[in-house]
């Protein structure tokens, strides 16, 4: 069964505005990751927040994680075309990442 | 650094025939995990080798089968195939393997049709 569970499913929004997309998971983790995927081709990772991290920052992304709440949310700010795609989070847990169905994310230029 | 590839990218195939899929990590990781992409499960793990040890396995049936070689190339394969194999098949590696606080870096997919 999928482990991490993205909401919401689908994002349009105009470009330089924000995109928030959340993640929640059932089982204790090790880590949680962000992925990035274009169109059909492989995954990019984006970024990693370990269990006893709350807040991590790349660039313009933003990750939160709530253990207690089993949550994790991942903020794109100042969208740019080029950030359309499908966002995944993934949960390494049990020695194994468990995916979830991914966000699509489309950027209006 | 040369990133993950993966031969064939495209393969087309017909039920109860069998495919071999091969990846070839960066260099200097040990670890090689493999996925199933279908719009309707998502990404789905199928295992993970590490130092040519499987290390862990997902739920699937025993006509997925892979090995990992000492240079760490990786193949993984499909017997008997089904229609429903169709997919694009990822695979992902890293230093240290799942479960180590590091990333995975992707290949860009064997896209498997079954006829």
């Known amino acids: 069964s999928q482990q991490g569970e993205e909401d919401p499913q689908a994002l349009s929004i105009q470009e330089g505005e924000n995109a928030t997309m959340n993640c929640s998971y059932k089982?204790?983790?090790?880590?949680l990751q962000w992925y990035r995927q274009n169109s059909g081709r492989g995954l990019v990772h984006l970024i990693l927040?370990?269990?006893?991290?709350r807040e991590k920052h790349s660039g313009r992304l933003r990750v939160t994680l709530d253990t207690s709440k089993k949550s994790s949310s991942l903020l794109i700010t100042a969208s740019r075309a080029a950030d359309t795609a499908s966002y995944f989070c993934?949960?390494?847990?049990?020695?194994?990442?468990?995916f979830g169905k991914g966000n699509q994310v489309v950027v209006i230029p | 650094k040369a990133g993950v590839t993966q031969t064939p990218r495209y393969l087309i195939k017909t039920r109860g025939q069998q495919v071999t899929l091969s990846c070839s990590p960066i260099?200097?990781?040990?670890?090689v995990s493999w996925y199933q992409q279908t719009p309707g499960q998502g990404l789905q793990f199928l295992f993970e080798?590490?130092?040519?040890?499987?290390?862990n396995k997902g739920n699937f049936p025993g006509r997925f089968s892979g090995r990992q070689f000492s240079n760490s190339r990786s193949e993984m394969n499909v017997s008997t195939l089904e229609l429903g194999d169709s997919a694009l098949y990822l695979c992902?590696?890293?230093?240290?393997?799942?479960?180590?606080?590091?990333?995975?870096?992707f290949g860009p997919g064997t896209r498997l049709t079954v006829l």
């Open positions: 993934a949960t390494d847990g049990n020695n194994r990442l468990a």
């Open positions: 927040i370990r269990s006893n991290e």
């Open positions: 089982t204790s983790i090790n880590n």
């Open positions: 992902a590696s890293s230093r240290m393997g799942q479960g180590s606080d590091n990333e995975q870096f």
């Open positions: 080798y590490f130092s040519e040890t499987q290390r």
């Open positions: 260099s200097g990781h040990r670890s």
